[in-house]
């Protein structure tokens, strides 16, 4: 098992520069430069045909089905990109593995407590998604936690299993509260976690009035931070949970009013994608110590209840970095329970039932954002040859005697001069001393150079640091029909790294170096960190784009967190959606939700659709009164208005 920070140091194919001397390409080559098999769990490959398939199961059959071939059905049936597609069968999977892994390192390692998972609703709200896991979930009794009090009603409406557990985490006013304890009455297994001292007062105040002793639990502030991003999410600073002094104040406060007996539960929540599994023991070991206190101090308790934080390898690498994990969940369970089990009975204290509410690692391969390429700008990497005018700058000279001599043997040198020259003739520009033209000229010539270069260095063993970076920086834009803000907000906002590729043509060599944009015109819309074994990528290999051919891009587990954290920004809406799963060996598109309308989004930002469509007409027939247009331009134009505002807000073709 890996516990360094760094990544492992093996030969990352992603941070290579593309060779377009090699001949040759095949679909083992493809998935093994994306790592779709490192990533992938299992759940996406690549198909000898070039193109990425997931595996959907029903009862008796697999089936590799293939991305292109849903995405080009959706076409056929008129649902256009981007799109957002789920695929159930990958959740169900995810929910059993993570029972089935608690189940057997409880059964070999003697375990005699029992493993009940919750799903926090918070990961992804989507009614689709509750209902799936509520379905699902009910042959494991698994539960639901509710950290507000839409998403406790949300719960309360789904999920009705007497034997599963509904945690009620957040801040809770009395109507919270009073909801939460009328559906303990009512048979569910509810528990209130104080997540502050004083919503004791409170709860004990409603539950008399109500009538019920409540099942409490409490959320402790651990010492023990995670790692990785969400780190902050423990330790002296974190902002949830009470302190060892809360805890006693409140266990003395329970005493004193009788209902010592009402504390069932130990909550701690050490942060989300805890990449190291040494943190999570360490997390386990300072939690079980205040378990068995509490029980000391004479509260009941019985279950321990270990939040999230089971992490994602979204860069397939398996090691501590953020975007990974050094851990399998079987590595997981079986290290909770070793670690619970052994200080128990060390203690002499009954083994807990536990709870975990993993959200990330149950919803995120879940969902597939698939969009297509619209364009791309390849401002800076030029195969040809630029002109050479009849009466060149001199600067302009230089750079095209660099260009003739330039070889493998004196590639810094080159680079060095091309650079330096290119300077030298912006500045002449700035002072007045070169044309506009002979600038460009120059540029055009020192790009021409550096692409040279780049791939003269693809053919040698050992290439300096410095012409790397230089190869990395070679980039096309390719603009992608989707929004950063609205469909990956934590790439833009925590950096997070998702894995991103071709859907197809993955038996053809990609010979672009790519950085993604989005269609915000937002400088920040773009995708320009891509996973990688070793690394992070500032480039992802694509294929040569035409104008006219198809070319999708899909980016990989994203069910967790995305959806509703997204946000309008040039007021993008929400994408289609598409439920996706198969039945008798067959692929079905289920569940199909239309993205938001031009007229939705601008609703959200208090327009009125019909008050636009008055305004605009006042304003086309003051042009028709004033000449400016025809009558029947008119009519033509108010046609497009209306179509706009009922079209989608993504580029529509
Ligand atoms: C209290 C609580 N439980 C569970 C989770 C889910 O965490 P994860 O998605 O890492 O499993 C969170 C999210 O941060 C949380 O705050």
């Not at 009558?631 to 009922?646: A, K, W």
């Amino acid at each position: 098992m890996t516990t360094s920070s760094s990544k492992k140091k093996k030969k990352s194919p992603s941070s290579e520069p593309i060779s377009s001397t090699k001949k040759g390409w095949s679909a083992a080559q493809s998935a093994e430069l994306y790592g779709i098999d490192d990533w992938g769990h299992g759940y996406f490959h690549v198909s000898r045909q070039g193109d990425v398939t997931v595996r959907l199961e029903d009862s008796e059959d697999s089936l590799d089905v293939s991305l292109k071939e849903i995405v080009d059905g959706l076409g056929d049936r008129g649902t256009q990109l981007p799109v957002l597609l789920r695929f159930r069968d990958l959740l169900h999977s995810r929910i059993a593995e993570l029972n089935n892994s608690f189940h057997k390192a409880i059964k070999d390692l003697n375990y005699k407590g029992s493993y009940r998972g919750v799903y926090p609703i918070k990961v992804n709200q989507q009614r689709q998604v509750i209902e799936e896991i509520t379905e699902f979930g009910k042959q494991y009794h698994y539960g639901l936690e509710a950290g507000s009090k839409p998403e406790l009603i949300a719960a309360l409406a789904h999920m009705h299993d007497p034997e599963a557990y509904l945690i009620c985490n957040g801040y809770k006013d009395e109507e919270f509260i009073d909801l939460a304890l009328h559906a303990q009455k009512m048979g569910l297994k509810v528990i209130l976690v104080l997540e502050m001292p004083t919503e004791l007062t409170s709860i004990l105040a409603r539950s008399k009035a109500i009538g019920i002793r409540p099942n409490l639990g409490v959320r402790v502030r651990l010492a023990t931070r995670g790692s990785g991003h969400w780190q902050e999410s423990a330790g002296d600073k974190s902002v949830f949970g009470l302190n060892a002094a809360q805890v006693i104040q409140v266990v003395d406060s329970l005493r004193d009013a009788g209902y010592l007996d009402c504390m069932k539960m130990l909550h701690y929540h050490q942060g989300s994608q805890i990449p190291n599994i040494a943190s999570i023991r360490e997390g386990a070991t300072e939690a079980v110590r205040m378990y068995c206190d509490l029980v000391r101090e004479g509260a009941p308790m019985g279950i321990l209840d270990m939040g999230g934080g089971l992490a994602v390898d979204y860069d397939g690498s398996h090691t501590n970095f953020t975007s990974s994990c050094n851990y399998s969940i079987s590595e997981y369970c079986a290290d909770i329970i070793e670690v619970i089990s052994s200080i128990c009975n060390k203690a002499e204290i009954a083994h807990p039932n536990l709870i975990s509410e993993s959200g990330r690692a149950v919803v995120s391969y879940y969902s597939v954002l698939v969009f297509n390429i619209l364009d791309v700008t390849s401002v800076q990497s030029s195969d040809d040859e630029p002109a050479t005018p009849d009466q060149p700058h001199d600067q302009l000279k230089n750079l095209i005697e660099v260009n003739r001599v330039l070889c493998k043997k004196n590639l810094q040198e080159c680079v060095n001069d091309a650079l330096y020259y290119r300077d030298q003739l912006r500045a002449q520009f700035f002072h007045g001393n070169a044309t506009l033209r002979e600038r460009g000229l120059g540029e055009a010539w020192s790009w021409h150079i550096l692409t040279r270069v780049s791939k003269l260095i693809t053919e040698m063993d050992d290439v300096p640091e410095d012409l790397r970076e230089l190869s990395s920086s070679l980039t096309d834009f390719y603009y992608g029909n989707f929004s950063l803000f609205q469909s990956l907000p934590d790439s833009w906002a925590i950096d997070q790294l998702f894995p991103v590729m071709p859907i197809h043509r993955l038996t053809e060599r990609p010979r672009h170096r790519a950085v993604l944009a989005d269609i915000t015109c937002d400088c920040d819309g773009k995708i320009d960190r891509f996973i990688d074994r070793e690394d992070v990528a500032k480039i992802l290999p694509l294929h040569k784009f035409t104008p006219g051919d198809p070319y999708y891009i899909a980016v990989f587990l994203v069910g967790a967190y995305q959806e509703t954290l997204g946000d309008l920004h040039n007021l993008l809406g929400d994408t289609h959606v598409v439920g996706v799963h198969i039945e008798n060996g067959r692929p079905v598109y289920t569940h199909e939700v239309e993205g938001d309308t031009v007229a939705d989004v601008l609703s959200y930002v208090e327009y009125d659709t019909k008050e636009l469509v008055t305004r605009f007409r006042s304003f086309a027939e003051l042009a028709v009164s004033k000449g400016n247009i025809t009558p029947r331009e008119r009519r033509e134009v108010m046609d497009l208005f209306r179509d706009g505002l009922s079209g989608y807000t993504y580029f529509e073709s």
